[in-house]
């Protein structure tokens, strides 16, 4: 992980299936990071020798692990409970600041104004879906269909920005992924600046997404790529927990 998301290797001009290879190679490393740091976090909780005194008859568990099914009256039980207080409560307030942290970071960088992220943008969604998302309150939605249009056919969209293109593809696999552009792009400079919605402004919205390899804000991603990682990884290894002990 750390060769990937070290500033000194990530350089601007590697290409991105590169970067894209690196970062699959290396989040498995930082998943079991995460997942150990958790480990050592909620062993702290663990009961010591509580079966002396247990008042369940002829408990035969063995393996006292935090995964094992425990009757509702052994101490271990009330160990898995704590454990789902404490990442629905400190742990998660710890997560919420280092996304704070992440994103607050951005604003020490500017958009490079390059266009990119106009000229080809991608959805999971068809542009009707989007357009029956936005009636129903979804306000990325809204602001997306407000001024993005989808690109006529893939050909079109791969024109656009035929290395980009090719590595959304090449994510994305099986799964179907729709491309649009912004009509308001003039050059590489927004005929509508001052109006543009917060879907707009706010670009990229995370870390971990591919960027156009022109896009500025590269170099926020880069600085916070480890960072961004073990959250997302914690939160899988949260909703993992919270499935095997709730
Ligand atoms: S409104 Fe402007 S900033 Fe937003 S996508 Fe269109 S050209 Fe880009
Ligand atoms: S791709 Fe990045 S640098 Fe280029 S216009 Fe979009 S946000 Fe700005």
């Known amino acids: 992980m750390e060769n990937f998301f070290n500033t000194n290797n990530q350089r601007a001009d590697v290409p991105l299936v590169t970067q894209y290879d690196d970062l699959k190679d290396n989040y498995k490393q930082i998943f079991v990071e995460a997942a150990e740091s958790l480990r050592?976090?909620?062993?702290?909780?663990?009961?010591?020798?509580?079966?002396?005194?247990?008042?369940?008859?002829?408990?035969?568990?063995?393996?006292?692990?935090?995964?094992?099914?425990?009757?509702?009256?052994?101490?271990?039980?009330?160990?898995?409970?704590?454990?789902?207080?404490?990442?629905?409560?400190?742990y998660?307030?710890?997560?919420?600041?280092?996304?704070?942290?992440?994103?607050?970071?951005?604003?020490?960088?500017?958009?490079?104004?390059?266009?990119?992220?106009?000229?080809?943008?991608?959805?999971?969604?068809?542009?009707?879906?989007?357009?029956?998302?936005?009636q129903k309150g979804d306000k990325f939605a809204s602001d997306f269909v407000s001024v993005f249009v989808p690109?006529?056919?893939?050909?079109?969209?791969?024109?656009?920005?035929?290395?980009?293109?090719?590595?959304?593809?090449?994510?994305?696999?099986?799964q179907k992924v729709y491309y649009y552009y912004c009509p308001k792009l003039n050059?590489?400079?927004?005929?509508?600046?001052?109006?543009?919605?917060?879907?707009?402004?706010?670009?990229?919205?995370?870390?971990?997404?591919?960027?156009?390899s022109s896009c500025s804000f590269n170099e926020w991603k880069k600085s916070v790529s480890r960072s961004a990682m073990m959250l997302k990884a914690k939160v899988d290894i949260i909703e993992f927990y919270k499935n095997k002990l709730g």
């Open 187 to 212: 050059g590489n400079e927004c005929s509508d600046y001052e109006n543009r919605p917060d879907v707009c402004r706010d670009f990229p919205h995370n870390p971990l997404k591919l960027l156009p």
């Open 40 to 90: 050592s976090e909620i062993s702290k909780f663990k009961p010591s020798n509580p079966c002396t005194l247990c008042p369940v008859k002829d408990c035969k568990i063995e393996e006292k692990d935090v995964f094992t099914p425990y009757p509702p009256n052994c101490a271990y039980r009330e160990w898995q409970l704590k454990i789902l207080a404490f990442l629905a409560g400190d």
């Open 92 to 134: 998660r307030q710890k997560l919420k600041n280092t996304y704070k942290m992440i994103m607050d970071k951005k604003s020490e960088y500017n958009c490079a104004r390059c266009g990119a992220c106009c000229r080809l943008a991608t959805s999971e969604f068809s542009y009707s879906q989007l357009k029956q998302k936005a």
């Open 151 to 174: 690109y006529k056919d893939e050909k079109e969209a791969k024109k656009a920005n035929p290395e980009y293109f090719q590595l959304l593809n090449e994510l994305v696999e099986d």
